[in-house]
């Protein structure tokens, strides 16, 4: 059985619905999209917060090929051309690392919810979702990702949540 929109009652952003339905659509009957099929217009609306990570595998290290001005926010840092391992370390580089690996490995889509940036001195709550990208003989090896932060009516430390939600599933 084919993977669809009605298997992610769990993703509540809109945003991140729709693209994941344009990840959904761009991959036709196949496990999963190239980059090349995905259209960026059809992204735009989350422009500021969308992520391009592709692994390495000689290196064995994630890079970043592209990261909107609200993930370079968050890590008051240029986040294009960098590894994940200059911008984290220690259990957030191992969990972050690990999180990714299942989402190349398995393939599956990679959400979380709740607490965002968890060992961050500001984290924040909202959603990431992980998407595999394949190349072109279908072996996944980059993932194109979003991640919102969810707006509080107030701006304190109470309003973050404490734990996180985090579902992989697979790509059939």
Not at 124 to 142: C, F, I, K, N
Request: aromatic residues 8%.
């Amino acid at each position: 059985m084919a993977t669809t929109l009605a298997d992610f009652a769990h993703v509540k952003d809109t945003r991140l619905r729709t693209l994941l339905s344009v990840w959904l659509e761009a991959r036709g009957d196949r496990m999963m999209p190239t980059r090349n099929d995905i259209d960026p217009a059809a992204a735009e609306a989350l422009g500021s917060f969308l992520w391009l990570c592709d692994y390495e595998h000689r290196e064995r290290r994630f890079h970043y090929r592209m990261a909107g001005a609200g993930i370079a926010n968050r890590y008051r840092d240029i986040v294009v051309g960098k590894y994940l391992d200059e911008l984290l370390t220690g259990r957030a580089l191992t969990r972050v690392t690990a999180y990714f690996s299942k989402v190349l490995d398995e393939p599956s889509i990679g959400f979380i919810g709740g607490r965002l940036y968890s060992d961050s001195k500001a984290p924040t709550q909202g959603e990431r979702l992980a998407l595999p990208l394949s190349d072109d003989d279908g072996s996944a090896h980059m993932i194109l990702g979003a991640t919102v932060e969810t707006e509080s009516e107030s701006d304190t430390d109470a309003d973050v949540p404490d734990r996180q939600i985090i579902v992989f599933t697979p790509v059939y």
